[in-house]
Nanobody
Framework: VQLQASGGGLVQAGGSLRLSCAAS????????MGWFRQAPGKEREFVAT????????YYAHSTKGRFTISRDNAKNTVYLQMNNLEPEDTAVYFC?????????????????WGQGTLVTVSS
């Protein structure tokens, strides 16, 4: 499966962006999906995850209440709505497809990764 993330860009603090992750080669409706990010000089970290049905979501503490993960299985696409962005949110954001049907936090359970999209938040 190929994952294509898009929607990144430059935004001022307090602004919003919506990331999209489109899949090809395989339907995403049978697996959980996640978003991760990697800031310059830091390790990749978990951002949000959603179960295959969309009824279960988990968020990193730093993004809870500001970010919303959702999915449209008919479009084979997962989204990350990011509101009230902070400079600390600056990173390359990656979408990934899990090997499990549920919402999964552990990076080790993700089999497929997109190429990443850069989000830059200016202060």
């Amino acid at each position: 499966v190929q994952l294509q993330a898009s929607g990144g860009g430059l935004v001022q603090a307090g602004g919003s962006l919506r990331l999209s992750c489109a899949a090809s080669g395989r339907t995403l409706s049978s697996v959980g999906m996640g978003w991760f990010r990697q800031a310059p000089g830091k390790e990749r970290e978990f951002v949000a995850t959603i179960s295959l049905s969309g009824d279960t979501t988990y968020y990193a503490h730093s993004t809870k209440g500001r970010f919303t993960i959702s999915r449209d299985n008919a479009k084979n696409t997962v989204y990350l709505q990011m509101n009230n962005l902070e400079p600390e949110d600056t990173a390359v954001y990656f979408c990934a497809a899990s090997s499990r049907p549920g919402a999964t936090i552990g990076m080790e359970f993700y089999s497929y990764w997109g190429q990443g999209t850069l989000v830059t938040v200016s202060s």
